[in-house]
């Protein structure tokens, strides 16, 4: 049996605050606003993961008014709900993902990423897949106010 999600997320450029995408750390002048590291790219991606199995999304998973997810590191949120009882009998088929982000450019940290999220997953980097791409200078995401990520994956359930 197999089950597809999908999932998206944005979040606010600010000053003060590090640039976290797909779990790892980007030299850029500003980072992504929110109540945990506030990781575009992983919150997608965990939605992804609980909508493909109609568990709701990561703010019931994690609610921003909990004090214990303050400044969490959203590759343990994730891990948390890869391993809750929820997932133990479905296994990754393919993650693809696309960052819409204006600056800064993402190319050189797109394979440091795949890595990450694939050991997150267990799973070979090649079925994890990640694409960069601008907003054409258009709106507050064209503006460089805001990056916004989309993940799309298929898990299968884990064969006895």
């Not at 450029?13 to 750390?25: A, D, F, M, P």
């Not at 929820?86 to 393919?94: A, F, I, P, Q, T």
């Not at 982000?101 to 797109?110: G, H």
């Amino acid at each position: 049996m197999y089950r597809v999600g999908t999932g998206f997320d944005v979040h606010r450029l600010v000053s003060g605050r590090k640039l976290i995408l797909g779990g790892i750390e980007i030299p850029h002048s500003k980072g992504l606003l929110g109540h945990s590291d506030a990781d575009a790219l992983l919150h997608a991606t965990s939605d992804a993961v609980l909508g493909a199995l109609a568990l709701g999304d990561i703010g019931q998973w994690y609610p921003d008014t909990a004090a214990e997810h303050k400044d969490a590191d959203s590759s343990e949120l994730l891990l948390g709900i890869l391993n809750s009882k929820y997932l133990k009998d479905w296994e990754l088929v393919n993650l693809d993902c696309t960052v819409i982000a204006q600056e800064p450019k993402l190319m050189a940290y797109i394979p440091s990423m795949r890595k990450k999220i694939s050991d997150l997953f267990g799973v070979s980097i090649n079925q994890v897949s990640i694409k960069a791409t601008t907003f054409e200078k258009m709106g507050s995401l064209g503006n460089g106010e805001g990056i916004a990520a989309q993940a799309n994956l298929m898990i299968k359930r884990k064969e006895a």
